[in-house]
């Protein structure tokens, strides 16, 4: 069924484009509304019109409830994220031959690991704490290692 729409209408159609913040759009979205002619024609004209304010009028609107910054949210950075938390788990160690480099120990971890590292962190025999070694750095009993990829 056609709307029929008056001239003052039409002339409140072009307001909330032109307005400028979200608080004259909502005044102008109002003005449209209130031009609107009320018939049988023009439901659903005035339901669609009712939702687009409401959506304008929430945007403009802060939220209720905000429970704060998330603690535990690590902002992203390069290729990938992995969080580890905790001391390493020295109940479980990996079991590797005498002779064993880093990339042997991180193929037991994964078998992508090896080619995907790019430097491990060794707690041990290296001559500082947390040294940062290459893949070829043979291991000894009791070192323990943090794979960088």
């Known amino acids: 069924m056609p709307a029929n729409l008056t001239p003052e209408y ?14 004259e759009r909502v005044a102008a979205l109002q003005e449209k509304l209130a031009a609107i ?12 019109l009712k939702r687009h304010l409401s959506h304008v009028w929430k945007a403009d609107q802060p939220s209720g409830y905000t429970k704060g910054p998330d603690p535990f949210h690590i902002p992203k950075s390069g290729a990938g994220q992995v969080v580890i938390i905790g001391p390493p788990d020295l109940h ?58």
């Open 92 to 149: 479980k160690p990996f079991v590797i031959p005498l002779g064993a480099t880093v990339a042997d120990l991180a193929l037991q971890v994964h078998c992508d690991l090896p080619e995907r590292m790019k430097f491990a962190r060794l707690w041990g025999h290296s001559r500082f704490e947390g040294q940062q070694v290459h893949k070829t750095e043979i291991l000894r009993d009791r070192d323990v290692v943090e794979i960088h990829e």
């Open 10 to 23: 039409e002339k409140a159609e072009l307001r909330p484009r032109q307005a400028g913040t979200d608080l």
């Open 37 to 48: 002619p009320k018939r049988k024609g023009t439901g659903k004209l005035q339901a669609d």
